[in-house]
């Protein structure tokens, strides 16, 4: 989260609802209670801090897909001369896009970390490879947020999931949401700053 904050903090003040310093700062403040609020280790399911999980993780969504648009606009009505500057406020746009989704996805597979770690499980949003294979899967294996933030990369890049299933409809859902704002910032934002660098 801290990296998304970061990444915000460096796209030029057009690209952002409002000062660019509020959405980070509100988004800063969530991020000490989520801390405040999270055990060293997580044993049972914490309500509260799985609200304000959810709740900084849409935020960042939001603040991610609102620059986006900001961006597409700008130049589909007004052009950019600069494309260097493009191709970095897509960059940042890109790599926002990677960790929420692979927050997303650790925040609701299978009910969410705190459930998994209960072993009060759902039944699962994905399927990973280790799911599928009685000999490579260890008996206790659990994906962890590194697994979700692969899945979140792939997903991103490929514009498709790569070895990962989704299972649920929610599953289903953000995945293609993600798939359709990383088209869009590689597709537009980067193909139109390579033609006004050549």
Known sequence: ?????????????????????????????LLVGLVVATPRELEHEHLLRRRVALGLTALVSAANITSLALLTHELLHHGSPNGRELIVSGALIWLTNVIIFGLWYWETDRGGPGRRAA??????????????????EPLDWRPGFIDYLYVS??????????????????????????????????????????????
């Not at 989260?1 to 403040?29: C, F, H, K, N």
């Not at 990369?153 to 289903?172: E, G, I």
Request: aromatic residues 4%; without cysteine; hydrophobic residues 55%.
């Open 1 to 29: 989260m801290v990296a998304a904050i970061a990444l915000q903090l460096l796209l030029p003040d057009r690209l952002t609802a409002g000062p660019s310093w509020l959405l980070p700062a509100l988004e800063a403040a």
């Open 153 to 198: 990369l792939t997903n991103a890049a490929a514009f498709s999931p790569t070895d990962t299933m989704p299972l649920s409809v929610t599953a289903k859902s953000m995945m293609g949401l993600q798939s359709i704002v990383s088209l869009v910032t590689i597709g537009l934002v980067v193909s139109r700053a390579v033609n006004i660098l050549q």
């Open 119 to 136: 072993g009060h499980d759902a039944p699962p949003d994905f399927l990973f490879p280790q799911m599928q294979d009685d000999q490579i």
